[in-house]
């Protein structure tokens, strides 16, 4: 679960890790009231999304003064603003972080993720933080460095001291940046985040660092244990389906293809991407209703598909396990007799009832194409969004 900036500052500071003074607006006079409570100029007027990019984008300004403050909070609020991360068709901003600006003499790059590779927490740094940090990665990946920290023995003396030697960091800010560093851990350790990241990470004219930016993603399947955190939780930064997807336990995610489809297993579900995309097409979604789906999951299935208007054909491709054939069919031709289905739909189903689930599909009435094996599906599939 991503959270905004703002948010991820307030987390900072539960760590007692640096972040300038400032506080969220979601209205100009909000604005003007966080500006005179700091009362020191320039500061920073900087769009709150989940996405980033957003000073290339235009969603982050400076104010000089109160008049000019007003100004740019008018220009940023409401605005759709548009980076890499969003995708052409933006976002719409709705709040905004008004913060001192930071006296910078040195920009860096921290985060800190899981490796699923090696089972591990990697702490990624770069003296050359800043916007172009992913240019940086890209062609110049020696000025990266990682450390793997085993979670099992937390972080050490020896990752830290790695991590500075590598940043230069001089040996009278050695302190700060380990008691730094320790903060950040702990957060990422105790708060099940899937990502903390600073960029950049500012040494300030007095020497003294400063969390400028903060981003944090937090493991959505860990939040049962962090009351606290889901309320940080911003629907109106989700995809629409997936939103809905979740009301109803659906595993949903939005791709940019021309074929629904629905499975029961993440494995399943990947393979069936992948026939789709062999089949000349390519996945608008990622959709598993699980072992456990009723005929009501069904249903709400399709009319999630249905309401991506790139799809031009369904694929439902299900093992009959603990969720039985027989079931299934009568939630498809419920679902479609509801959700007055248009397109071409490809059934393909094995397992528990198989046969009475392909009688109740045969006996509905309604325009079905079934599928007897995976190569079976996929030809016709081919010929669906052809």
Same mark, same amino acid.
């Given at each position: 679960?991503? %959270?905004?900036?703002?948010?991820?500052?307030?987390?900072?500071?539960?760590?007692?890790?640096?972040?300038?003074?400032?506080?969220?607006? @979601?209205?100009?006079?909000? @604005?003007?009231?966080?500006?005179?409570?700091?009362?020191?100029?320039?500061?920073?007027?900087?769009?709150?999304?989940?996405?980033?990019?957003?000073?290339?984008?235009?969603?982050?300004?400076?104010?000089?003064?109160?008049?000019?403050?007003?100004?740019?909070? $008018?220009?940023?609020?409401?605005?759709?603003?548009?980076?890499?991360?969003?995708?052409?068709?933006?976002?719409?901003?709705?709040?905004?972080?008004?913060?001192?600006?930071?006296?910078?003499?040195?920009?860096?790059?921290?985060?800190?993720?899981?490796?699923?590779?090696?089972?591990?927490?990697?702490?990624?740094?770069?003296?050359?933080?800043?916007?172009?940090?992913?240019?940086?990665?890209?062609?110049?990946?020696?000025?990266?460095?990682?450390?793997?920290?085993?979670?099992?023995?937390?972080?050490?003396?020896?990752?830290?001291?790695?991590?500075?030697?590598?940043?230069?960091?001089?040996?009278?800010?050695?302190?700060?940046?380990?008691?730094?560093?320790?903060?950040? #851990?702990?957060?990422?350790?105790?708060?099940? $985040?899937?990502?903390?990241? %600073? +960029?950049?990470?500012?040494?300030?004219?007095?020497? /003294?660092?400063?969390?400028?930016?903060?981003?944090?993603?937090?493991?959505? +399947?860990?939040?049962?244990?962090?009351?606290?955190?889901?309320?940080?939780?911003?629907?109106?930064?989700?995809?629409?389906?997936?939103?809905?997807?979740?009301?109803?336990?659906? +595993? #949903?995610?939005?791709?940019?293809? +021309?074929?629904?489809?629905?499975?029961?297993?993440?494995?399943?579900?990947?393979?069936?991407?992948?026939?789709?995309?062999?089949?000349?097409?390519?996945? @608008?979604?990622?959709?598993?209703?699980?072992?456990?789906?009723?005929?009501?999951?069904?249903?709400?299935?399709?009319?999630?598909?249905?309401?991506?208007?790139?799809?031009?054909?369904?694929?439902?491709?299900?093992?009959?396990?603990?969720?039985? $054939?027989?079931?299934?069919? /009568?939630? %498809?031709?419920?679902?479609?007799?509801? $959700?007055?289905?248009?397109?071409?739909?490809? %059934?393909?189903?094995?397992?528990?009832?198989?046969?009475?689930?392909?009688?109740?599909?045969?006996?509905?009435?309604?325009?079905?194409?079934?599928?007897?094996?995976?190569?079976?599906?996929?030809?016709?599939?081919?010929?669906?969004?052809?």
């Amino acid at each position: 679960m991503k %959270i905004h900036e703002y948010q991820a500052k307030e987390l900072f500071r539960r760590y007692a890790i640096p972040v300038p003074e400032g506080g969220v607006a @979601a209205t100009v006079a909000e @604005a003007l009231a966080i500006a005179d409570e700091i009362n020191a100029y320039p500061l920073v007027v900087k769009a709150q999304i989940h996405a980033g990019g957003r000073g290339k984008g235009g969603g982050v300004k400076l104010a000089a003064d109160r008049e000019e403050l007003q100004q740019k909070t $008018c220009e940023i609020l409401g605005m759709t603003l548009v980076t890499p991360q969003t995708g052409p068709e933006g976002r719409l901003v709705q709040k905004v972080l008004i913060e001192q600006a930071a006296d910078i003499s040195r920009e860096l790059y921290l985060s800190l993720l899981p490796d699923r590779a090696t089972a591990t927490i990697v702490i990624m740094a770069s003296s050359a933080g800043g916007m172009d940090i992913e240019h940086t990665a890209a062609t110049m990946p020696d000025k990266i460095i990682k450390v793997s920290v085993n979670p099992l023995q937390g972080l050490q003396p020896h990752h830290i001291r790695r991590i500075l030697f590598g940043l230069g960091i001089a040996p009278d800010m050695m302190k700060q940046w380990s008691a730094l560093l320790a903060a950040l #851990y702990r957060l990422f350790v105790e708060n099940d $985040c899937a990502l903390v990241e %600073i +960029n950049p990470l500012v040494v300030a004219g007095s020497g /003294s660092l400063l969390a400028v930016d903060a981003k944090i993603e937090l493991d959505a +399947n860990a939040l049962f244990r962090h009351a606290d955190l889901q309320k940080y939780r911003d629907v109106n930064e989700e995809d629409p389906f997936e939103a809905k997807a979740r009301e109803y336990n659906l +595993n #949903y995610i939005r791709l940019s293809g +021309n074929v629904g489809n629905m499975v029961n297993g993440a494995g399943l579900a990947m393979a069936t991407m992948d026939i789709i995309k062999q089949a000349g097409a390519e996945p @608008a979604n990622f959709l598993d209703v699980g072992g456990g789906a009723t005929a009501a999951m069904v249903e709400k299935g399709f009319e999630i598909i249905l309401s991506d208007p790139n799809v031009r054909g369904i694929f439902i491709n299900i093992f009959g396990g603990i969720l039985r $054939c027989d079931v299934l069919a /009568s939630g %498809i031709v419920e679902a479609v007799k509801k $959700c007055s289905v248009t397109v071409p739909l490809v %059934i393909r189903m094995e397992g528990t009832n198989v046969e009475q689930g392909r009688k109740i599909l045969a006996d509905s009435g309604l325009q079905l194409i079934t599928a007897v094996d995976m190569a079976d599906a996929a030809a016709k599939v081919a010929e669906m969004v052809a």
